[in-house]
C-alpha cells in the first residue's frame, strides 16, 4: 500500500523568505501526487499534481513542486511566502487509477508566516 | 456550480445516537468519497463510490455506512456514535481518471 511522509508537523518562516516543505511517499509504480491547501475551517484546495511528463510542476498562489523519483520525493516551494500562505499543507498520493480509489494523505505540515 | 456541498455544518451527538452526513456534487463527477480528519493524522479515506452503485470500503470504514443515492449524492451514515467518531469529515468528488478531487467544506461532529 501506498504511504506519504511529511516530516515537519510545524515551520516557521518569515515573510518574504522562501519555503520549501518535504514530502516523501512509499509506492510501488509511478505515482499520482498532490498538494492541497487548508485555511483554518476551511475545506481544501488543489495546489498542483503530477501525473507524469515534466519533473517541475506550477501550481496555483506562485507555488511548484518537484517529483524526484531516486529520492521519491515531491517537495512543495515559492520563492517568496506571504502572510496569507499560513495554513497547513497536504501532500497526497493516488495508486493506479489516478485516484479512483481515493488519495492517501500525509499528516500534514502546519506553516507560520512571521512578520 | 456550487461545486461540493456537505450538510450539516456541525453537529453534536451523544453517543448510541445515529445521524446521516449528506453529500452532493453538480460537477458530473462519476466518483465520490468520504474522508475523515484527524489532529495529527491527516485526512483518512472511509469510503468511496467509484461510480453509480458500487461502493467500497477505505483505510477506516468501521462504524460507518455509505449510500450511493444516485450519481449526485453520496451520504454516510452513523448507525451508532461514540467518542472516537469526533472528527471532520469530508466529502470529495471527481470525474474522469486522473482528475482533481473536489473537496466540500467539511461537517465538524462532535459525540459526548
Known amino acids: 500500500a501506498q504511504s506519504v511522509t511529511q516530516p515537519d508537523i510545524h515551520i516557521t518562516v518569515s515573510e518574504g523568505a522562501s519555503l520549501e516543505l518535504r514530502c516523501n511517499y512509499s509506492y510501488g509504480a509511478t505515482p499520482y501526487l498532490f498538494w492541497y491547501v487548508q485555511s483554518p475551517g476551511q475545506g481544501l484546495q488543489l495546489l498542483l499534481k503530477?501525473?507524469?511528463?515534466?519533473?517541475l510542476v506550477q501550481g496555483i498562489k506562485g507555488f511548484e513542486a518537484e517529483f524526484k523519483r531516486s529520492q521519491s520525493s515531491f517537495n512543495l516551494r515559492k520563492p517568496s511566502v506571504h502572510w496569507s500562505d499560513a495554513a497547513e499543507y497536504f501532500c497526497?498520493?493516488?495508486?493506479?487509477?489516478?485516484?479512483?480509489?481515493?488519495?492517501?494523505f500525509g499528516k500534514g505540515t502546519h506553516l507560520i508566516i512571521q512578520p | 456550480n456550487a461545486g461540493v456541498t456537505q450538510t450539516p455544518k456541525f453537529q453534536v451527538l451523544k453517543t448510541g445516537q445515529s445521524m446521516t452526513l449528506q453529500c452532493a456534487q453538480d460537477?458530473?463527477?462519476?466518483?465520490m468519497y468520504w474522508y475523515r480528519q484527524d489532529p495529527g493524522m491527516g485526512l483518512r479515506l472511509i469510503y468511496y463510490s467509484a461510480s453509480e452503485g458500487t461502493t467500497d470500503k477505505g483505510e477506516v470504514p468501521n462504524g460507518y455506512n455509505v449510500s450511493r443515492l444516485n450519481k449526485r449524492e453520496f451520504s454516510l451514515r452513523l448507525e451508532s456514535a461514540a467518542p472516537s467518531q469526533t472528527s471532520v469529515y469530508f466529502c470529495a468528488s471527481n470525474g474522469q481518471l486522473k482528475e482533481t478531487q473536489y473537496f466540500g467544506p467539511g461537517t465538524r461532529l462532535l459525540v459526548l
Open positions: 497526497a498520493v493516488a495508486a493506479s487509477g489516478g485516484g479512483a480509489d481515493g488519495l492517501t
Open positions: 460537477m458530473n463527477h462519476n466518483s
Open positions: 503530477y501525473f507524469s511528463g515534466d519533473t
